[in-house]
């Protein structure tokens, strides 16, 4: 593997993704919007929504308490007001918190693949002494790494968030569990190569950026459906449970981007027009 | 010693689903030379560039390029070989600095020469003052020339270039000329010159492959290309307005000349003779018929007539 080549293509895609607004924009506004403005409001906000004269507290006492055995074991000893923010910090936001590596990960390699075509700039890379393998690898680089960097980034800013937005309920710092360490270091990773090998995937079908981004979009839907079990208590992120999830990813990301390696060939691609 | 031919392909052809891009091409291009690659649109010129590239893999037939089989060592032969596309192919969100130092980097251009090799490419292409600038801020001359230094930053072999003065203003197509025959002559690099426009092919090239629907319909130099299509010699002369109709009719009297073709306006005529040997007598003819001779020049076939021909089918000089 010419490690230099493989460089020097991730220094281009990434500085292209940086000055590009089209492409830069979702990736600032998503991490924001979850990793910090969410956690802040729920965090701060709970403990005085509850306070409010005409709150309704005894419906979601009732939710609360209808919750799994085991997910309830992890509420003990809490007060209402702290049982609601660890519930909402820890559990309910903790699907969302993928949507970051999916969402990355996917407009990266829609811009990366798919964006190259368009931009007409995919030939002159063609004709350079770089296998199919290490222009793959390359490839695959630009979109994982900036997706695994900007979870663990998120996350700081999340458990960061989290913790101070809840100090006056919390009164220690709660945040992060173990369930969270493997959300972030296995299961994270193993959705950006999800939603990378989907994208991969698409791009070969499609000639530009946005095709590429909108039809790969679909594969936040198992996200959302996790978001949903979660609120509805259908399940809640133990360590083992978040572990599955996490292999479960990686074997469906491994697929997806063993299928988009085989696709990825020069012959092809110049072929397909 | 005859060196061995920096390209040979024998029989090469590749196929996409019911089209033949390229029909079993036969081909020898020897180090330092210029070959002009010719065709309208369609004709298999790009599909030719990538198979000996080993960007596509061909049906049938085989080709060695620079000692080395495309389809099978083809990094190793990239490595080797400069490629300017026909689109510039330039990323546009990226400085020209930033274009031409990645390149290098892929290109395997050692850390320590590669800013001094951009720096040089984009001095000789007149681009250092916008180096730090976006290509997207440039002009479509400006994207051309990058392009083309970024097809030299490795210092190829081989360079293969498709329209390379396409969109270039006709200063900086001199430059490119000037370049192009300075690194035939120079050094032993052999330049693939795929183009429509073909006063340049006939300018630089050495010789010309005509391709047509993927064959090639003819190879050899613009000269020995003409003498295949027109036999004989074709000559232009001038005289004076009032000795026009004496001139046509001495010409008529003689049996070995031909295609007689008086000039619009003025006072020119050009014609044919089968041999070189019948110039003297013709022109003693016409001066005893009291002629002024005023000028008589060579009238060569263009590489435009030669490539219309070929394309027609029929042997007839443009004048």
New interface residues.
Partial sequence: M?W??I???I??DM??VT??KGVLLPLIIVPMLFMIILPGAFGYFTPIINQLPGGNMSEIELFLNQLPPAMLAQFEGYSFDQMMIVFMLVYMLAPLFLIIPLMVASVVAADSFAGEKE?????????????DLELFTAKVLSALIPAVSVSLVGFLLYALTANIAAWPTMGRVFFPNTAWVILVLWVAPGTAATGLGATVMVSSKVNSFQEANQIAGVIVLPILALVVAQITGVMYFSNLLTFLLGLFFWTGGSVLLYLGARTFR??EI??RG | MQKQPAIITQGLTRC?DEITAVDHLDLEIYPGEVLGFIGHNGAGKTTTV?LL?G???PTSGKAQVLGLDPSVD??????R?G?L?E?P??????TGY?NLS??G????VPAADLDRRVADLLELFQLSERAGD?VSEYSKGMKQKL?LA?AMIHQPELLFLDEPTSGLDPVITRQVHTLIQDLSKNGDHTVFLCTHNLAEAQRLCDRVAVLENGKMVALGSPAALAQELWKGVHLEFETAYDALPGALRTLETLPDVYDVIQGEGQPVISLSLTYREQVPGMVARLVEAGVPLYRLTPKDPTLEDIYFALHENKPEVNR
Avoid: C
């Avoid at chain 2, 980097?105 to 395997?108: C, M, P, T």
């Fill in positions: 010419n230099r080549a460089r020097a293509i220094r281009r500085l292209a000055r590009s931009r007409k700039t995919l030939e002159a890379l063609i004709y350079t002494p770089t296998t020069r012959s110049l072929a | 996409f990538r590239n960007v596509l893999t083809g990094a190793l032969l990239r490595q070989t490629v596309t689109t192919s330039v990323d546009e969100r990226l930033e990645i390149f980097a892929l290109y395997n976006r392009a970024r």
